[in-house]
Every structure is written in structure tokens, then in C-alpha cells.
């Protein structure tokens, strides 16, 4: 895939699938405009056109600043990959606590919400005067996708992005934008912490995953930018599990 003179936006980027999908994205010939709330590692190792910015995507003037960013600097916004979130100590119910979970939805549910507000009118303005399309890509989760038991208020904001995605598609079919999600299982990412390194916990967070593994960041990174890509011109509105068949049962 070639994305050679395109402008990226990438939220939560400094880690995890932001930070390997910036780097997919670099290689591939785009331009980035990198966020997260956290400076470290953001744009780390990065060459080409990159530029950064620190801040919360809770604050619905930080998507504006990003997107303002993209435009003065590249004179456009062509793909958005609206990739930043937070998941909550697993807990039921009655026993979350409601800032944790006032935090999650404001993040998870909210910043993507805010993030597309700002995204969309300068894609469609884009589109209107160029008549070429652009992407937008959404992180959700197999969570969104189904019930998520002790991560209820996670799930619950995945749900979210999953309504979310399908309403914006509806909204601009027609208006040269496709707006999409992914929706992987557990991942070897930070967020899936002890994980990673400790195989008894492996089982048996993936113990309902047919392949019976975590999916890699490559994998998942791999279908974010099938997603974006240009070529793939009529999946739109989609919420692509990558869950190693768990959708299948």
C-alpha cells in the first residue's frame, strides 16, 4: 500500500497500535500529524514529515487544534485514524467506581466523537473541491462487538464508537468520506498488561479465542491501513473484528 503524499492524523500514537501504525504509515510515504496526552515515545524514531501535539482527546479543543495542525502544516487531512483510549480495572458493576467510569466514556466515546466533529467538515470541504476521498478509521474493540463481562464500562464505550462509526459512514457516503472501525480481541499491547509476559494469564484471557492466542500488533496494524487505504474505496461503515474467529461462535 502506498500513501505517498497523503496527510495522517493518528491519536494515541506515542504507543501501541498508534505508535506501529505511524510507523507503517511513514514508510509508506504519508505525512504525519501525531497526538497523545503523553509526549514520551511520541514520534520517536520517526523520519519524513511528522509533526506532533500533546493533549487530552476528553477536550473537544484538542481534536481542533489537531486537525488545524494537519492543514497549516500539509494543506490537508486526508486519512484519520482515531486511535486513542483507556481501559478501566476490571470489575462488576456495583463495585466501579464512577470516575473511572465518567473517564473511560469521556476518552473511549466522547474523544472519538469530538475528534470526527472536527475531522469531518474539512474532509467533506476537501472533497468538494477535489473530488478526492478520504478515511477515517476508529479504534473500538471485539467489546463493542458483544457483551464484555468485568470490562462492562469499556465495552460499553466501544459499543459506542461501533454507533458512532456506522452514523458517520451513513452521514457522508456520499460525500467522499469512508468511515470505519476496527475492532480487535486482546493484543500484545501495553494495555493488555501482564499478559504479554505471563503465559497463565494468556490462557486465560484468550481461552474463548479459537486460535487460542492474543493477536499481534502487526496483525491489527495490518488492517487499520487495509482501512485506509485509498484503494479499498467501498467498505464503508463496517466494524472489522480481528478476534482470531471469536465472532464466529
Given at each position: 500500500m502506498s500513501f505517498a503524499g497523503k496527510t495522517v492524523l493518528?491519536?494515541?500514537?506515542?504507543?501501541?497500535?498508534?505508535?506501529?501504525?505511524?510507523?507503517?504509515?511513514?514508510?509508506?510515504?504519508?505525512?504525519?500529524?501525531?497526538?497523545?496526552?503523553?509526549?514520551?515515545?511520541?514520534?520517536e524514531g520517526l523520519s519524513g514529515d511528522v509533526v506532533t501535539l500533546v493533549g487530552d482527546v476528553s477536550d473537544p479543543a484538542y481534536s481542533?487544534?489537531?486537525?488545524?495542525?494537519?492543514?497549516d502544516t500539509f494543506g490537508s487531512l486526508d486519512i484519520a485514524i482515531n486511535n486513542a483510549g483507556i481501559v478501566h480495572t476490571p470489575a462488576k458493576i456495583p463495585d466501579l467506581p464512577e470516575a473511572e467510569c465518567r473517564k473511560v466514556i469521556d476518552v473511549n466515546l466522547l474523544g472519538t466523537f469530538w475528534a470526527m466533529q472536527a475531522q469531518l467538515p474539512i474532509m467533506e470541504a476537501q472533497f468538494t473541491k477535489t473530488a478526492e476521498s478520504c478515511a477515517i478509521v476508529n479504534l473500538a474493540s471485539v467489546a463493542g462487538l458483544g457483551g464484555a463481562p468485568w470490562l462492562s464500562i469499556y465495552g460499553a464505550s466501544k459499543h459506542g464508537v461501533v454507533g458512532l462509526t456506522r452514523a458517520a459512514a451513513l452521514e457522508h457516503a456520499r460525500k467522499g468520506i469512508r468511515v470505519n472501525a476496527i475492532c480487535p480481541s486482546f493484543s500484545a499491547t501495553q494495555m493488555a498488561g501482564e499478559a504479554i509476559d505471563d503465559p497463565?494469564?494468556?490462557?486465560?484471557?484468550?481461552?474463548?479465542?479459537?486460535?487460542?492466542?492474543?493477536?499481534?500488533?502487526?496483525?491489527v496494524v495490518q488492517a487499520i491501513l487495509w482501512a485506509a487505504d485509498p484503494a479499498n474505496s467501498f467498505t464503508t461503515g463496517q466494524n472489522i473484528a480481528i478476534d482470531g474467529g471469536l465472532g464466529a461462535l
Amino acid at each position: 500500500m502506498s500513501f505517498a503524499g497523503k496527510t495522517v492524523l493518528i491519536t494515541g500514537a506515542s504507543a501501541g497500535f498508534g505508535a506501529a501504525t505511524a510507523k507503517r504509515f511513514t514508510q509508506a510515504g504519508a505525512k504525519l500529524v501525531l497526538g497523545d496526552i503523553s509526549k514520551q515515545g511520541l514520534g520517536e524514531g520517526l523520519s519524513g514529515d511528522v509533526v506532533t501535539l500533546v493533549g487530552d482527546v476528553s477536550d473537544p479543543a484538542y481534536s481542533k487544534e489537531l486537525v488545524k495542525l494537519a492543514v497549516d502544516t500539509f494543506g490537508s487531512l486526508d486519512i484519520a485514524i482515531n486511535n486513542a483510549g483507556i481501559v478501566h480495572t476490571p470489575a462488576k458493576i456495583p463495585d466501579l467506581p464512577e470516575a473511572e467510569c465518567r473517564k473511560v466514556i469521556d476518552v473511549n466515546l466522547l474523544g472519538t466523537f469530538w475528534a470526527m466533529q472536527a475531522q469531518l467538515p474539512i474532509m467533506e470541504a476537501q472533497f468538494t473541491k477535489t473530488a478526492e476521498s478520504c478515511a477515517i478509521v476508529n479504534l473500538a474493540s471485539v467489546a463493542g462487538l458483544g457483551g464484555a463481562p468485568w470490562l462492562s464500562i469499556y465495552g460499553a464505550s466501544k459499543h459506542g464508537v461501533v454507533g458512532l462509526t456506522r452514523a458517520a459512514a451513513l452521514e457522508h457516503a456520499r460525500k467522499g468520506i469512508r468511515v470505519n472501525a476496527i475492532c480487535p480481541s486482546f493484543s500484545a499491547t501495553q494495555m493488555a498488561g501482564e499478559a504479554i509476559d505471563d503465559p497463565e494469564i494468556e490462557a486465560h484471557m484468550t481461552r474463548g479465542v479459537p486460535m487460542r492466542r492474543l493477536a499481534t500488533v502487526d496483525e491489527v496494524v495490518q488492517a487499520i491501513l487495509w482501512a485506509a487505504d485509498p484503494a479499498n474505496s467501498f467498505t464503508t461503515g463496517q466494524n472489522i473484528a480481528i478476534d482470531g474467529g471469536l465472532g464466529a461462535l
